[in-house]
């Protein structure tokens, strides 16, 4: 079945350049199952048709509080009271403003606070506006009554400034949506991620690193959060925003990541470790930065092994349901399986690293995944759905374990 089937969703559109997507925004919803019908507000307009809307969507589009004709036909409570989800994007400053303070000068902002349906905003504006003090008091206090906050993402602006502000994409926006018709099936439980790359330092000023992005691991902590889990990410650098209700522990050396996994693994019913943790760290950080020598062409730096943060997990007594990645060029299910014995995983993931589109820093990934006596594989699709279908398969197997 469909994520998305017969789910109502108000699509509702504010006044930013972003909304000229929202017809093909639209289209994605429905194909998902999704019932949508659109709200633009007066700015809105001026960006998108309401009749290209009202084409995609199969309803007229609502875009006045005091307008009779449509008060008849569905009237704003009653819209308010249809919807299981309230997606308002292009989100612009205006509306996170009125949202924040309880306007209700419009149909969308009444409509808001009409309902007793989940509210997701995807934020669009310029970069400057977006991290102006004011918005961001308006979004913390969104936060802090469980308004979802979808993205911005970083990138070109159509002003010209590069930034953060801009609209997620419209199939990203889609598989976010998700999350609120994702069954909650992890309730009481705490799962423990670990994600992103290590940083060894070589002195203060020079490190060894790989380019992981963090993605795949961001991503499981969504689909777990989604699930309604407790979700521990435990990150090293990246470039991204952790998920909303994620506890956030940010580490930078393999041995920080592994103090830190093994404290909190201890009392997690799921230990998933997708960091690209370093193998080697080096043996002695130099105190002052290392100066090049003129009369020697050759220098060497002296590597030891870091703990296996994953193995070390496994081998708890206490040991929560522990999954680890494999990233492989050859022999992928081998390998993978001969990882899963020797490190005591109870579910290893395998990608195969050789093809450029899926796994290191790709937004996609497909995966083979493999217990001691069950395979499964995961198509190729982006990070946020095969994501989702590993938590579905952990969670069943976790729960056949016990
Ligand atoms: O042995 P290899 O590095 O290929 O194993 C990959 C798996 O082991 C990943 O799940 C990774 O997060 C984990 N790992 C770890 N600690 C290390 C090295 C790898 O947890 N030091």
Redesign the pocket.
């Known amino acids: 079945m469909k994520i998305l089937q017969d789910k109502k969703i108000v699509l509702a559109i504010t006044g930013g350049i972003a909304a000229y997507k929202t017809p093909e925004l639209v289209r994605r919803l429905k194909e998902q199952g999704a019932d949508v019908r659109v709200v633009l507000t007066a700015s809105a307009k001026a960006f998108v048709s309401s009749l290209s809307l009202q084409a995609v969507s199969g309803y007229a589009v609502a875009d006045s509080l005091l307008d009779p004709q449509a008060e008849l036909a569905m009237g704003h409570i009653e819209l308010a009271k249809w919807a299981d989800l309230i997606l308002i994007a292009p989100a612009t400053a205006n509306i996170i403003a009125k949202l924040a303070h309880g306007l209700a000068d419009d149909l969308l902002s009444t409509l808001c606070l009409a309902t007793s349906a989940p509210i997701a905003i995807a934020p669009a504006m310029n970069q400057q506006m977006w991290h102006a003090p004011a918005t961001q008091e308006n979004i913390a206090t969104l936060i802090n009554r469980q308004i979802a906050i979808l993205g911005p993402g970083a990138g070109e602006q159509a002003c010209g400034d590069v930034g953060l502000g801009r609209m997620l994409d419209v199939d990203e926006l889609v598989s976010l949506s998700t999350q609120f018709f994702t069954p909650k099936i992890l309730t009481e439980q705490h799962w423990v991620i670990?994600a992103g790359p290590t940083r060894e330092a070589i002195d203060p000023v020079r490190y060894i690193s790989n380019h992981s992005s963090g993605k795949m691991g961001y991503a499981l902590a969504q689909a777990a959060l989604n699930a309604g889990a407790k979700v521990s990410l435990i990150s090293g650098p990246v470039a991204l925003t952790a998920p909303q209700g994620a506890h956030l522990i940010n580490v930078s050396s393999?041995l920080e990541?592994?103090q830190q996994?093994l404290m909190l693994a201890e009392q997690a019913d799921v230990f998933?470790?997708?960091?690209?943790?370093?193998?080697y760290r080096v043996a002695e950080v130099a105190k002052q930065k290392i100066k090049k020598h003129d009369d020697n062409d050759n220098m060497q730096l002296n590597l030891v092994k870091?703990?296996?943060?994953?193995?070390?997990?496994a081998a708890l007594t206490a040991k929560p349901f522990t999954?680890?990645?494999?990233?492989?060029t050859q022999k992928v299910a081998q390998y993978a399986q001969e990882?899963l014995i020797r490190?005591n995983l109870d579910l290893?993931a395998a990608n195969d690293v050789a093809q450029s589109n899926q796994g290191f820093n790709s937004d996609n990934n497909a995966l083979q995944v493999f217990t001691r006596d069950q395979q499964f594989e995961i198509p190729l699709a982006s990070k946020s759905k095969v994501a989702a279908q590993l938590v579905t398969i952990i969670a069943a197997q976790n729960n056949n374990k016990g």
């Open positions: 670990t393999a990541m592994h996994s998933i470790a997708c960091a690209a943790v370093a193998d870091n703990p296996d943060i994953v193995a070390d997990v999954v680890g990645f494999a990233a492989e990882k490190k290893i």
